[in-house]
């Protein structure tokens, strides 16, 4: 696993640093404290930041917990196609890679005759350690 290379803007670097530094999904008020030490004090310009970083898909926010996380797959390159695993108990939340999963996904058609245009999942359940 590798993190992709995109060229950023230094607000850009210092939000994406801050969001791959911590072990959970970060909320933005959260971001805000943090990136304030390193000199960023205006909001706008965090939500920008977030905003641009989710569109080149090297973060993802989770929307049911309005938090936010690092990409840890190098072959996503979309905001557009996103899927999480969320244990129930430990708030775990793993980014889920499957190709069968995204091809199925992407090709998704039902007869509503909509062009879907992108997706968020969230799978529920209990993980690894949880379950025991
Ligand atoms: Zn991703
Ligand atoms: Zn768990």
Do not use: W
Request: proline share 2%; net charge positive; with cysteine.
């Amino acid at each position: 696993m590798k993190h992709k290379q995109v060229n950023l803007s230094k607000n850009q670097q210092i939000v994406l640093e801050t969001i791959r530094k911590a072990k959970k999904p970060l909320k933005a008020y959260s971001i805000l404290s943090s990136v304030k030490k390193k000199g960023i004090n205006a909001p706008p310009q965090v939500y920008r930041a977030l905003e641009k970083l989710v569109e080149l898909g090297v973060i993802h926010k989770i929307e049911s917990k309005n938090a936010f996380v690092d990409c840890k797959n190098s072959e996503c390159e979309t905001s557009k196609a996103t899927a999480f695993s969320i244990c129930k108990k430990c708030q775990k939340i793993t980014e889920i890679m499957n190709s069968k999963l995204s091809t199925y996904l992407t090709n998704f058609q039902d007869n509503t005759g909509m062009k879907y245009e992108k997706y968020n999942l969230e799978f529920y359940g209990l993980c690894k350690r949880c379950k025991l």
